[in-house]
């Protein structure tokens, strides 16, 4: 087996502290590359703090989502993870959605989506008037028909609340991550994009062992190397709201400091960067000065909540296990 889970709020602890434990892996010890992260992973811990500039582009982004609603996933999500509140409808639309289905989707990922909502708003993929989402999805022969997407969300869909998924699955969770590992680029990157690295990131974030670590490592050096110098991340040297966000949860969702050197450049550090696309209607712009959006704001929003858990040492963005049943 190529990675060992974290399981239980004790080794996440330890796990988002230290990273990995200096000790022999597969017979061998950690690289001080590896030594060098968890120097940085602990520096950042210790130094971190949540700055009232970014509490308040929190709380404006906050704001300007739950009044341009829209009932999507990814801006419940935030509305929960910042107030604890479901808002209203919203597990019942998700239920109606499936059995309106009858719980089949074309999309790998639209499994994910609803099964990381219900997550999220404490509803019961495991029993959606009698069908089974998350057999649905460890089960799935499209796993990989959208490409990275369906296996980077799979893995954060079942580890939402930790959902059992059985050894004879198709997709167990050790199938999934030997996937990614075997389809990450030499240099570091998943198909040269920082969106999918940074949510490849984030899909590994729960697991360790060394070629999960170097590989993460890679990736991580990859992003930083692809920051530009106003502190931001982009295409083909237009960067965007989106690609920051994405690097930002990464970043925090694996204990590491997105204000840290390692991703500051003469321009700034990659969370303030994000923070200049905030329109004065507190909304995110995809580019500058572009209006806001509800993609842009949903996804700045996941973003400044996740490094706002980083530095108050919480759980990651997309763990739900702390959330009670509906």
């Keep these: 087996m190529r990675f060992t889970q974290r399981i239980g709020i004790w080794v996440l602890l330890i796990s988002i502290l230290g990273g990995l434990f200096p000790l022999q892996v597969m017979g061998s010890s950690v690289t001080a590359k590896q030594t060098e992260m968890l120097e940085v992973k602990q520096t950042a811990l210790s130094s971190a703090k949540f700055k009232r500039k970014y509490r308040i582009t929190l709380q404006k982004a906050l704001r300007w989502v739950e009044n341009n609603y829209t009932m999507s996933d990814w801006q419940t999500m935030g509305i929960i993870k910042n107030k604890g509140v479901v808002p209203e409808g919203y597990l019942e639309n998700l239920e109606n959605q499936v059995k309106a289905a009858n719980g089949e989707f074309s999309r790998v990922t639209d499994y994910e989506r609803i099964i990381m909502g219900m997550s999220a708003a404490g509803g019961n993929p495991e029993n959606v008037d009698g069908i089974n989402l998350i057999e649905k999805l460890y089960n799935n022969p499209n796993m990989t028909a959208q490409g990275s997407s369906g296996v980077i969300f799979g893995l954060i869909a079942l580890d939402s609340k930790k959902y059992v998924v059985p050894a004879d699955a198709l997709w167990t969770r050790e199938k999934l991550v030997d996937w990614l590992l075997e389809n990450q680029k030499e240099a570091g990157s998943w198909y ?80 303030d960067n994000l923070s200049t696309y905030q329109e004065s209607d507190g909304g995110f712009a995809h580019i500058k000065d572009s209006g806001s959006n509800v993609m842009s704001s949903e996804q700045a929003l996941l973003a400044f909540t996740a490094y706002k858990h980083f530095v108050k040492k919480q759980e990651r963005i997309y763990d739900f296990t702390c959330v009670p049943a509906s």
């Design 192 to 271: 040269g994009n920082v969106d999918l690295t940074a949510m490849a990131l984030i899909a590994l974030a729960p697991y360790g062992g060394e070629e999960v670590e170097l590989a993460k490592q890679k990736a991580f050096d990859w992003l930083s190397a692809e920051q530009m110098e106003t502190g931001g991340f982009g295409y083909f040297g237009s960067e965007t709201s989106e690609s920051a966000a994405q690097v930002i949860i990464a970043l925090s969702s694996n204990g590491i400091d997105p204000t840290s050197a390692a991703f500051t450049k003469s321009g700034g550090n990659v969370v």
